[in-house]
């Protein structure tokens, strides 16, 4: 899914958080009170080097979209499309009820509506 800029405004910030965390954990942790400034840049950096690796290898290993909902926007996509170029409304209607379907789930049967004319013959209307 494009969410932009949204994406890249919510990856900016993860990155920002990454380094103000290190930052904040390195220079006013008690933790850390003895250590000479220059150690604690260099614990800054390590820190932030290691944060901003794990949030690109979690980046990578996890999808952003699920595989499941991935599936569900092409199946929907191809039903769009399908019924755009004119595939038909009996076959869009019979992908689309059995598609949203879950496992032992019943659909509900077809209607149909009948009209009598004055003159005794009955008409489909659906």
């Given amino acids: 899914a494009n969410n932009e800029p949204w994406d890249t ?5 993860s990155f920002i958080a990454c380094m103000t965390n290190a930052g ?3 220079f006013s942790s008690n933790a850390f ?5 220059h150690h604690r840049v260099l614990l800054f950096i390590v ?15 996890l999808p952003a979209e699920p595989e499941h ?3 569900l926007r092409k199946q929907q996509e191809a039903l769009v499309r399908r019924h755009f170029s004119g595939g038909g ?24 509506v ?13």
Avoid: C, K
């Fill in 9 to 13: 405004a919510f990856d900016l910030l």
């Fill in 24 to 26: 904040i954990t390195a």
């Fill in 33 to 37: 009170a003895l250590w000479s400034s």
């Fill in 47 to 61: 820190l932030e080097h290691l944060a901003i690796g794990a949030r690109l290898v979690i980046s990578f290993v």
């Fill in 69 to 71: 909902v991935y599936l």
């Fill in 89 to 112: 409304e009996e076959d869009s209607n019979d992908a689309a009820s059995s598609s949203m379907d879950s496992p032992g789930r019943q659909t509900a049967p077809a209607l149909r």
């Fill in 114 to 126: 009948h009209d009598s004319e004055p003159d005794g013959h009955d008409e489909d209307l659906l």
